[in-house]
């Protein structure tokens, strides 16, 4: 600090405020990034006793991806994750149980169709039809993986399951069952992680058939259990909460981290990268050195989709009760289908002036809403309204949608398993640098991946890591250097398995 202030005497007055605040911070942990994932890491390391560790974040609020604003007159709307999904002991469910989130059950059957003209039309066959398919295609995939079968797309796995849609109104549901599920269409997606993921959830350690998910509509917003989470950890104005610090860069060696963010240095014995996959594809932050290649390609090879909720606040309802409404586009498929009612039964507060309606879009169609202005989403949405509803209904009071894919500090809303990514490259993603840098975020669950447990299950791994390597015991890291197992056609093996039908 002395030479600090040295420093901005002879630089004059003026420079003063630029390096007052900087700061050279010497800590045994950094965890970078307050999301779920960093929470829950800084919660694991406090819970084994572990006390010196900072938490770095770039926004000036804590929760990531759990993010709320208000809206209209009264109501606070989820920009980000919105459902506890599977309930049983999956650990936000705890949370939520804990500090009494009030959240609502959905009822995906519970849908409205509608075609371009307006007209209703009736789902029920098509919709039983879907999600039988899906069942035998999750009961397929689970003898793959028993097996240890090679992958095949969620396309393949759908058509073995003899799942063909011809129409609009087929292509409709499929996407609602589907992509606006996984946040990416049936080709990209692996069959057997995406069923094994399915499995973990809602089919294993947390509890058995738990098919239920509840929507977060509690107006504290769904990260104020992440918050006070974090507020057991940090007391007011603590030091070790770097908020609104945004990384630059890492340097790691086999002795330690050194963090450059916008506003100190920090030099830490560990640290937690909670970064989402999509900051790591992006290059948002600099490694020194690089990143080695076998973990590069583990990175690259996984998916972050865009997933893309776009509110809109009316004056009254004009469209149906149910809960979601389905526009059949014959067009395009899936594009502006999916429609939630926040008036539905048990949603928004009663006597709430707000007649919120909301449209998501995924992939592709979530790039290209970015790239829009609002007034051109805008005019888009009431076009598809207007051949819904008719000409005779309100323009929206008000109107908005995050730009997840854009933004550098997420580049994304939640991770799928990719037809190509391999369990090892999975590992390879996820493996330690040097032992000093680790890594967690949702997307390094192997099992939880894309879901708040994941976060919440990865920073707890992590965290359990560095207080292995505090105490000495470092577990051991293992990688794989070169992914092989591509037999190409005329290779022995596959002569000798090959079968004449
Ligand atoms: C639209 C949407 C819908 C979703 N729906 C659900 C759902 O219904 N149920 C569910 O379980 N999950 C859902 N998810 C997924 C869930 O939100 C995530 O899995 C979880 O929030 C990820 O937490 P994390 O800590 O891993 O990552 P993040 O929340 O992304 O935390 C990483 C943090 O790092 C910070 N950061 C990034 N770069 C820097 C930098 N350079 N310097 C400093 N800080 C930086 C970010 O600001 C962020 O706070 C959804 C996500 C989205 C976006
Ligand atoms: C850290 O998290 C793990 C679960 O992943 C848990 O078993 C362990 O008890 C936690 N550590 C502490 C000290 O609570
Ligand atoms: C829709 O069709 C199903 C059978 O496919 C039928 O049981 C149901 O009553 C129909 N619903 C309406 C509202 O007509
Ligand atoms: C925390 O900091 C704020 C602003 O710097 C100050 O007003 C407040 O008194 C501090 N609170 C505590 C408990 O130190």
Same mark, same amino acid.
């Given at each position: 600090m002395q030479l600090l202030s040295l420093l901005s005497l002879s630089l004059g007055?003026?420079?003063?405020?630029?390096?007052?605040?900087?700061?050279?911070?010497?800590?045994?942990?950094?965890?970078?990034?307050?999301g779920a994932s960093g929470i829950s890491a800084a919660m694991n390391l406090t819970l084994a006793g572990i006390d010196d560790f900072v938490l770095v974040e770039a926004r000036d609020v804590l929760g990531g991806r759990a993010q709320d604003v208000k809206f209209g007159n009264d109501v606070r709307i989820e920009l980000g994750c919105n459902w506890v999904q599977a309930l049983g002991k999956n650990p936000i469910n705890i949370l939520a149980q804990k500090y009494?989130?009030?959240?609502? /059950?959905?009822d995906y059957s519970d849908i409205a169709y509608i075609d371009e003209n307006g007209k209703h039309l009736n789902g029920t066959k098509e919709y039983q039809a879907f999600s039988d398919a899906s069942d035998r295609m999750a009961e397929q995939a689970l003898k793959r993986a028993k097996n240890n079968q090679?992958?095949?797309? *969620?396309r393949t796995?759908?058509?073995?399951a003899g799942w063909f849609p011809k129409t609009p109104? /087929? *292509?409709?549901?499929?996407?609602?069952g589907y992509d606006w599920e996984s946040g990416e269409d049936p080709e990209r997606a692996s069959d057997i992680y995406g069923v094994l993921n399915d499995e973990a959830n809602y089919n294993g350690k947390f509890g058995h058939d738990l098919d239920e998910d509840r929507m977060n509509i509690d107006q504290r917003g769904f990260k104020y259990i992440f918050l006070k989470e974090a507020d057991r950890v940090f007391k007011k104005n603590d030091s070790r909460l770097k908020l609104s610090s945004t990384v630059k860069s890492v340097a790691y060696d086999k002795n330690g981290v050194t963090i450059t963010t916008d506003k100190d240095t920090i030099i830490a014995?560990?640290?937690?990268?909670?970064?989402?996959?999509?900051?790591?594809?992006?290059?948002?932050?600099?490694?020194? %050195? /690089?990143?080695?290649?076998?973990k590069m390609e583990g990175i690259f090879g996984f998916h972050l989709t865009t997933y893309t909720k776009i509110f809109m606040n009316f004056p009254r309802?004009?469209?149906?009760?149910? /809960?979601?409404?389905?526009?059949?586009? %014959?067009?395009?498929?899936?594009l502006f289908s999916v429609w939630q009612n926040m008036n539905a039964k048990g949603y928004f507060p009663k006597g709430t002036k707000d007649n919120v309606f909301f449209v998501t879009v995924t992939q592709d169609y979530a790039h290209m809403v970015e790239a829009m202005t609002d007034d051109q989403v805008k005019e888009q949405l009431m076009t598809v309204l207007r051949k819904m509803y008719g000409d005779d209904i309100p323009e929206p009071t008000d109107f908005k949608f995050p730009r997840w894919h854009s933004d550098p500090l997420f580049r994304g809303s939640y991770s799928n398993w990719p037809i190509g990514e391999m369990d090892q490259h999975h590992e390879n993603m996820k493996a330690p640098l040097h032992n000093r840098v680790f890594f967690a975020g949702e997307a390094m669950s192997k099992y939880y991946y894309g879901y708040l447990q994941g976060a919440w299950i990865a920073g707890e791994e992590a965290a359990i890591a560095v207080t292995q390597c505090i105490k000495? !015991?470092? %577990?051991?890291?293992?990688?794989?250097?070169?992914?092989?197992?591509?037999?190409?056609?005329? *290779?022995?093996?596959? !002569? !000798?398995?090959?079968?004449?039908?």
């Open positions: 007055v003026l420079a003063t405020s630029q390096f007052v605040q900087a700061e050279t911070i010497h800590t045994k942990v950094a965890i970078l990034g307050g009494d989130l009030k959240t609502v /059950e959905t090679v992958d095949i797309s *969620s796995a759908l058509s073995l109104l /087929e *292509s409709s549901i499929e996407y609602f014995d560990y640290a937690i990268s909670t970064f989402s996959v999509g900051v790591l594809q992006h290059r948002d932050v600099q490694w020194k %050195p /690089e990143m080695p290649d076998w309802q004009f469209w149906d009760d149910n /809960e979601f409404t389905l526009y059949v586009n %014959p067009t395009t498929r899936g000495k !015991k470092c %577990p051991r890291a293992t990688y794989f250097p070169q992914i092989t197992n591509a037999k190409m056609r005329g *290779s022995t093996v596959h !002569k !000798k398995r090959a079968l004449v039908v």
